[in-house]
């Protein structure tokens, strides 16, 4: 079955970093492109950014666009998520997702403090 299982959470003020790692299994990882997602209090689910299959090709949202970097490590099955110039509006619970497959894993919560 699929699971996927983010980590590198954490409560960090503006202007901090954090890098976000999701452990995917029980698909072939290197055939489906990857993304991240966040969810705020409030608000619906949002998609954050997008890596293709093998790296190549990568999307932002507007909103992060120059501070966050998706990147994968196809061997080790592993998409992160560089977060870098950290604002309050980026607080929400991050999830990962692989394209076409309907599977979250539990999230990793983000809190940034002004």
């Known amino acids: 079955q699929v699971q996927l299982v983010e980590s590198g959470g954490g409560l960090v003020q503006a202007g901090g970093s954090l890098r976000l790692s999701c452990a995917a299994s029980?698909?072939?990882?290197?055939?489906?492109?990857m993304s991240w997602y966040r969810q705020a209090p409030g608000k619906e689910r949002e998609l954050v950014a997008r890596i293709s299959s093998a790296g190549g090709i990568t999307t932002y949202a507007d909103s992060v666009k120059g501070r966050f970097t998706i990147s994968r490590d196809n061997p080790k099955n592993t998409v992160y998520l560089q977060m870098n110039s950290l604002k309050p509006e980026d607080t929400a619970v991050y999830y990962c997702?692989?394209?076409?497959?309907?599977?979250w894993g539990q999230g990793t919560q983000v809190t940034v403090s002004s």
């Open positions: 997702n692989a394209v076409h497959l309907d599977s």
């Open positions: 029980g698909f072939t990882f290197r055939n489906y492109g």
